[in-house]
């Protein structure tokens, strides 16, 4: 098969490896001493400088490797740590991949995962195991940077295995709630499901191309010889697993519950990186979509349908995480479905800004629920601009860049995203913008709304917490300043043009280019729609929102329901599974034909051991018998074979 593959740089320090390294080394530490010293013990001061000062270091390198990589015309760099195995002619190596996209990723993982550890240090300071929870981040950074940075697939998807049993540490953190350890079973459970799609499309592509490094997999789909496998069937059955990892329908159920963990844990796994996982892969992996039609176009539906789904539910939620938490996954609808429109770039666009405005969002809610003494439900708050300014001020900004507000970041993500979804030759429709347009509208509005909830109007804070309310740590107020400004400057970064050479655009139809101006200003028109209609709603009496709420009472218990997903799913999966496992499996299989046929053969032998017992008498005339007939036997015997 002739394929051309693109130069490499070998990495002239293992400066790739320690940035993976270094969060496992912070886990090592606070977490052995932790267990070993046991509680906080070792003292706050020293697990913030390991839990917090390995992130930054690992930062501070990526930077330095970002402009190496510059300085080298982004010729991608390679550290190739050792050899993992070797099985009749193929080798498995661990080895790091540094390129512009691998680039984008790390630095968002180090940096916005450095501010969420600084920011944790104010929130989880009176918590009884402050050590493990940083121990925990820790891990989940060391399996994130091992994803995002592995060349080979193999490698990545011990990454992405790893996030899975970080996030499930970190939902679980307070397992002593029986509702918080469910929601981690949820979440790791959820996610084995699209795993077993990822596997079998990794199992085509070594079989076929004996290679999983992902660089030579995506030269190989662009060599003017296609490797013999359908890359449409390659593309599903990543496609299941991203679906799984970044809560697409119909696996996106345990992105919901997750928020049961502590709020830094949110905004790290559940809106900066590991919910995006999906996303890079499908991009890193773009030489097979690029043949996958049928596939891209299914990712493009089921991206816009997954983002109108959870942008109605977001519409009615009362805790102040869930809008946050079905905002979240409508957004990675919206990343989807650039990736199916072949808009890769853009998609890793979105990556980024909403990196920063939805971890300003989830932390500034953090931020509201420190202040209100641990209450979520936006019903019991309002008029908190006044008592937390700080909070307020960074949650409006973050608010306005995720409703689409220009000039901020999310408004050229998500336009970008509208553009390509209309124009691309690779599977644009009307269709698909006017889904993706109404869902942003819809966007606008829920966001409004809970900023509106929140922090404007009257106050309906239970009297008993407020006069507790106070504005968070500078710890905590800092980290929020910083997502703010890049929430509101994000978008001139211009991502995705910077990966064009690596992602290229896909061409628009020509005979739509005269709309785009068009099509820019319905979009604005529609995010200043929906902060105009949560400002009727919400801004006036409260007896208007409730008068709304009445008339439209039909959908609205379908929409708090979340359409009654859980439910169907405990109906039709659930509940068949635990009688089968039950009954089947338990009282069938083992009480009766593993323990029955065990106790069995042992009952047997000791009925069996009883009778011969007996033979034991102590007669001997008993024993004289059994001599005769065992001597008539013989002789019996004897004549008759002789």
Not at 110 to 127: E, K
Not at 171 to 186: M, V
Not at 567 to 577: C, F, K, Q, S, T
Request: glycine letters at 10%; a neutral charge; one cysteine or more.
């Amino acid at each position: 098969m002739s394929q051309t593959l693109p130069s490499l740089t070998d990495a002239s320090w293992p400066a790739l490896t320690m940035i993976v390294l270094l969060p496992l080394i912070g886990f090592l530490i606070n977490g052995v001493l932790s267990t070993a010293l046991g509680g906080n013990r070792v003292g706050h001061r020293f697990v913030n400088v390991v839990a917090c000062g390995m992130p930054l270091a690992a930062f501070a390198i990526a930077i330095t490797m970002f402009l190496q990589l510059r300085a080298g015309g982004y010729t991608p760099i390679v550290d190739h740590v050792y050899r993992w195995a070797l099985i009749g002619d193929f080798s498995f190596d661990i080895a790091f991949y540094f390129d512009r996209l691998s680039a984008i990723m790390t630095l968002i993982v180090t940096g916005v995962g450095t501010a969420i550890h600084v920011y944790s240090t104010g929130y989880m300071h009176d918590d009884k195991s402050y050590g493990r929870f940083f121990a925990y981040l820790n891990l989940f950074l060391f399996f994130m940077l091992l994803l995002v940075l592995g060349r080979s697939m193999l490698v990545l998807f011990v990454g992405w295995e790893g996030v899975g049993l970080a996030s499930y540490l970190l939902i679980g953190f307070w397992f002593d709630d029986l509702a918080n350890a469910r929601a981690g079973k949820k979440a790791f459970i959820t996610n084995r499901i699209g795993d077993a799609g990822f596997l079998v499309g990794m199992f085509l592509l070594q079989h076929t191309l004996g290679t999983l490094d992902m660089d030579v997999l995506n030269a190989a789909f662009m060599s003017p010889t296609l490797p013999a496998v359908s890359a449409t069937l390659v593309g599903l059955m990543l496609f299941i697993g991203a679906t799984g990892k970044s809560a697409q329908i119909p696996l996106y159920v345990w992105l919901p519950d997750a928020m049961a963990g502590p709020t830094p844990v949110s905004a790290l796994i559940h809106a900066a990186t590991m919910v995006t996982a999906g996303v890079y892969l499908v991009a890193r992996m773009s030489g097979v979509y690029m043949h996958a039609p049928e596939a891209s176009h299914l990712m493009a539906v089921i991206g816009v349908l997954t983002a109108l789904f959870a942008a109605t539910i977001a519409l009615v939620q009362t805790d102040i995480k869930k809008v946050l938490a079905y905002s979240t996954i409508s957004q990675l609808g919206f990343m989807f479905l650039a990736l199916g429109v072949g808009a890769y770039g853009v998609a890793i666009f979105h990556v980024v800004t909403h990196a920063f405005f939805k971890a300003c969002l989830f932390l500034g809610a953090g931020s509201v629920i420190h202040a209100m003494s641990g209450e979520q439900d936006v019903r019991k708050m309002g008029g908190l601009a006044r008592k937390i300014p700080w909070t307020f001020g960074t949650f409006a900004v973050a608010t306005a860049a995720i409703a689409g507000i220009p000039p901020l970041a999310g408004f050229f993500s998500k336009d970008e995203i509208l553009w390509y979804a209309f124009a691309s030759t690779q599977g644009g429709s009307p269709w698909l913008w006017g889904t993706a347009a109404f869902t942003a509208l819809l966007t606008a509005f829920y966001m409004f709304r809970l900023l509106w909830l929140t922090f404007l109007g009257t106050s309906r804070v239970d009297h008993h917490v407020e006069h507790h309310i106070h504005e968070s740590p500078v710890s905590m107020t800092g980290v929020l300043v910083v997502l703010a400004l890049l929430s509101a400057g994000g978008g001139a970064l211009g991502l995705a043009h910077f990966l064009e050479p690596q992602l290229a655009l896909p061409p628009v139809n020509e005979a739509l280019e005269h709309l785009e101006t068009p099509l820019v200003i319905i979009s604005v028109v529609l995010a200043f729609a929906g902060l105009a209609g949560a400002a009727l709603v919400y801004g006036g009496p409260a007896s208007r929102a409730e008068g709304l709420r009445t008339r439209l009472s039909g959908a609205h218990r379908v929409l708090s329901g979340k359409y009654f997903v859980d439910e169907l799913y405990d109906l039709v999966l659930a509940r068949p599974l635990y009688w089968i496992s039950e009954n089947i499996f338990l009282k069938l299989g083992d009480r009766t034909v593993l323990d029955g046929t065990l106790n069995g053969i042992a009952s047997l032998g000791q009925r069996t051991a009883g009778m011969l017992s007996r033979l034991q008498a102590g007669s001997l005339h008993l024993y004289a018998l059994f001599v005769l007939v065992g001597l008539v036997s013989a002789l019996l015997w004897s004549w008759g074979h002789v």
